[in-house]
């Protein structure tokens, strides 16, 4: 079977600071799937950090880089908990490799929360100059991209990732029942 499993994979999109990554562990671990984080399989392509592939080859290469990851994992034949970077969605190749995949969940939270998550944005290289003014021009550019690609959405403002996780999964055993 090639470590081959039913369904379809489960995707995690939205801005940095959204919460991909901690409810994406979350949903694995309760699925008993594995999860993957599509800026780690750059960092495994590239064998350097993120902030580094901008800060050496330039932001292009990181999209290209990205294409190649967000690819890999749609192809596995065993089916995954996916987290993807913030930009993923923006490339039209990469929104049709998930929507043939997975089901793809955007995980919302207005521009204040996202900027407390993220901190002082040192591993982000996009909020380097002033993270909140960055996250506001970035929302107002993709909102629209998340929520076409999504088949759900779910709002995270106020909540822990414990019962965002418990939507997702809801929402996700609704179309694999
Ligand atoms: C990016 C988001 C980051 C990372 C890179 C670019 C973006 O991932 O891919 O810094 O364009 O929004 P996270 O969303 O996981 O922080």
Redesign the pocket.
């Known amino acids: 079977m090639n470590g081959a499993t039913p369904g379809r994979h489960l995707v995690l999109v939205?801005?940095?600071?959204?919460g991909?990554?901690t409810v994406g562990r979350k949903c694995a671990s309760r699925l008993g799937r594995d999860f993957v984080?599509?800026?780690d399989v750059?960092t495994a392509l590239a064998g350097m950090p993120?902030?580094d592939i901008?800060a050496t080859a330039g932001?292009a290469h990181?999209r290209a880089l990205?294409r190649q990851a967000v690819a890999d994992v749609c192809a596995s034949p065993a089916r995954l908990v996916v987290?993807?970077?913030?930009?993923?969605v923006?490339d039209a190749e990469n929104r049709a490799h998930l929507r043939a995949s997975g089901f793809v969940v955007w995980l919302r939270a207005p521009v204040a929360v996202l900027a407390a998550r993220?901190g002082d944005g040192s591993?982000?290289?996009?909020?380097a100059n002033g993270g909140t003014a960055a996250l506001e021009r970035?929302l107002a550019l993709?909102a629209p991209v998340y929520e076409a690609v999504a088949d759900v959405t779910i709002d995270t403002d106020g909540r822990d990732a414990g019962s965002v996780a418990t939507d997702v999964l809801d929402a996700f055993k609704k179309v694999s029942a």
Not at 123 to 127: E, H, N, S
Request: proline share 3%; aromatic share 6%.
């Open positions: 939205g801005l940095m600071g959204a991909k990554t984080d599509t800026d750059v993120v902030s901008f932001e990181f990205e987290a993807t970077g913030g930009g993923v923006m993220c591993t982000r290289p996009l909020l970035l993709r």
